[in-house]
């Protein structure tokens, strides 16, 4: 069954650091883009960042500079580095992945949309306080 899987969660103080991880089956055919999106109580999920198997890479306003996407690409896996973590942040964190190399350009372009990725992670909880 394809699928990704999240780790790397936990709790921090302010201004401290964390990186997640994310395991995918291999970026092709269904895997040509990985995004981060989370969800806090009471919200709406929010996308975080994105990359495809072109290299494109895209950070929503909220997290620019602060949050970093890389890959191993000879793991399978997708890393965001979350750095100067704020009360904010708290929320729990999902990796998504698309076939569609088209869908992180889509993302920077109009903006993150749920629907547009299709296989999803259970999310690993981020909480920031003091």
């Known amino acids: 069954q394809l699928q990704v899987v999240e780790s790397g969660g936990g709790s921090v103080q302010p201004g401290g650091s964390l990186r997640l991880s994310c395991v995918h089956p291999?970026?092709?055919?269904?895997?040509?883009?990985i995004a981060w999106f989370r969800q806090a109580p009471g919200k709406e999920r929010e996308g975080l960042s994105c990359t495809n198997t072109q290299g494109a890479l895209h950070y929503a306003d909220s997290v620019k500079g602060r949050f970093t996407i890389s890959r191993d690409n000879a793991k399978n896996t997708v890393y965001l580095q979350m750095n100067n973590l704020k009360p904010e942040d708290t929320a729990i964190y999902y990796c998504?992945?698309?076939?569609?190399?088209?869908?992180?350009?889509?993302?920077?372009?109009?903006?993150?949309?749920?629907?547009?990725?299709?296989?999803w992670g259970q999310g690993t909880q981020v909480t920031v306080s003091s």
């Open positions: 291999g970026f092709t055919p269904n895997y040509n883009t």
């Open positions: 998504a992945g698309d076939a569609g190399i088209m869908s992180c350009v889509t993302s920077a372009i109009e903006g993150f949309s749920p629907g547009l990725y299709d296989y």
